[in-house]
């Protein structure tokens, strides 16, 4: 049996080099694929494999003082999501432009998914914001969530602008990492009340399923594309092309071009692209 794990941890670590080599060999000796990234502040980590394997990736990192609290999100999954295993250094382990000083460890109030759903149930009125990228929105979120139109994690400074800094702001992403981040920075430019999802949508997802205030599914950056949490989870993303409802994305059909484009099953047996310049390109290329 194989499975996926997400995880992530904000703590100071003076020597991430040495971090990273430790990684790469624990995680190719246990014959794991996926992503590990390593700064001063912390780690990240997507790894995909067997479960006895992962079982042991998660016992040594629990022998470190650094990692023994490490928090795991278990999905179903394969070590061949992965196209191969990638383990490396980076100044940050979030990205915001233009870069700021600020101290990432001083996050807002960390609600857990009981808490989360509870405030929500109360305070319906509550801001609450998603911290990813649009074309993960699109094809899941929290009801009501004020979605921001960014493609990259790193320009979603412009969006806090248009929040109230006066009044709770409720943020969540994936596996908890970014809006953790972003609290603190929001906390850093005067934010007086911020909560971030602790855990993120993937643990939310597991206790809740579709019966709370998430609706759709879940984005991943693997092959699966996409996490449903239930048999009733809804498609609220729209194919661009006939206009029925999906959460399938398809990659642009121009070779060199990263863009996902979204289209239910009928459709992505079609070539498109996701612009006219893609298509005028390949046909000059051609």
């Given at each position: 049996?194989?499975?996926?794990?997400?995880?992530?941890?904000?703590?100071?670590?003076?020597?991430?080099?040495?971090?990273?080599?430790?990684?790469?060999?624990?995680?190719?000796?246990?014959?794991?694929?996926?992503?590990?990234?390593?700064?001063?502040?912390?780690?990240?980590?997507?790894?995909?494999?067997?479960?006895?394997?992962?079982?042991?990736?998660?016992?040594?990192?629990?022998?470190?003082?650094?990692?023994?609290?490490?928090?795991?999100?278990?999905?179903?999954?394969?070590?061949?999501?992965?196209?191969?295993?990638?383990?490396?250094?980076?100044?940050?382990?979030?990205?915001?432009?233009?870069?700021?000083?600020?101290?990432?460890?001083?996050?807002?109030?960390?609600?857990?998914?009981?808490?989360?759903?509870?405030?929500?149930?109360?305070?319906?009125?509550?801001?609450?914001?998603?911290?990813?990228?649009?074309?993960?929105?699109?094809?899941?979120?929290?009801?009501?969530?004020?979605?921001?139109?960014?493609?990259?994690?790193?320009?979603?400074?412009?969006?806090?602008?248009?929040?109230?800094?006066?009044?709770?702001v409720l943020t969540y992403c994936t596996g908890d990492i970014r809006c953790e981040y972003l609290s603190a920075?929001?906390?850093?430019?005067?934010?007086?009340?911020?909560?971030?999802?602790?855990?993120?949508?993937?643990?939310?997802?597991?206790?809740?399923?579709?019966?709370?205030?998430?609706?759709?599914?879940?984005?991943?950056?693997?092959?699966?594309?996409?996490?449903?949490?239930?048999?009733?989870?809804?498609?609220?993303?729209?194919?661009?092309?006939?206009?029925?409802?999906?959460?399938?994305?398809?990659?642009?059909?121009?070779?060199?071009?990263?863009?996902?484009?979204?289209?239910?099953?009928?459709?992505?047996?079609?070539?498109?692209?996701?612009?006219?310049?893609?298509?005028?390109?390949?046909?000059?290329?051609?």
């Amino acid at each position: 049996m194989q499975k996926i794990i997400l995880y992530y941890k904000f703590v100071p670590l003076p020597a991430p080099d040495m971090t990273m080599l430790w990684q790469r060999e624990l995680a190719r000796r246990l014959n794991l694929r996926g992503r590990v990234i390593i700064s001063q502040h912390g780690i990240n980590g997507t790894l995909g494999g067997e479960l006895d394997d992962l079982k042991i990736y998660v016992k040594e990192m629990n022998l470190t003082t650094e990692f023994k609290d490490v928090q795991y999100k278990w999905s179903d999954g394969s070590r061949e999501d992965f196209p191969k295993l990638s383990v490396k250094v980076r100044k940050e382990l979030v990205t915001l432009e233009p870069e700021e000083e600020f101290d990432v460890f001083d996050s807002g109030t960390a609600l857990k998914p009981a808490a989360w759903h509870k405030y929500l149930s109360e305070h319906p009125e509550a801001t609450v914001f998603d911290a990813r990228n649009q074309y993960e929105s699109d094809i899941g979120k929290f009801k009501g969530a004020i979605v921001p139109q960014i493609k990259t994690f790193k320009d979603v400074k412009k969006e806090l602008e248009k929040l109230p800094k006066d009044k709770p702001v409720l943020t969540y992403c994936t596996g908890d990492i970014r809006c953790e981040y972003l609290s603190a920075y929001m906390k850093h430019t005067g934010f007086q009340d911020v909560y971030h999802l602790d855990g993120g949508i993937v643990k939310y997802g597991q206790q809740f399923g579709d019966a709370g205030h998430w609706e759709g599914k879940c984005y991943v950056f693997d092959k699966r594309m996409s996490l449903p949490f239930s048999d009733q989870a809804s498609d609220i993303g729209t194919c661009v092309r006939c206009k029925t409802a999906t959460s399938h994305y398809e990659n642009c059909a121009r070779p060199d071009c990263n863009q996902q484009i979204l289209l239910c099953e009928n459709c992505a047996e079609q070539s498109l692209f996701c612009s006219e310049k893609c298509q005028e390109d390949v046909a000059v290329i051609s």
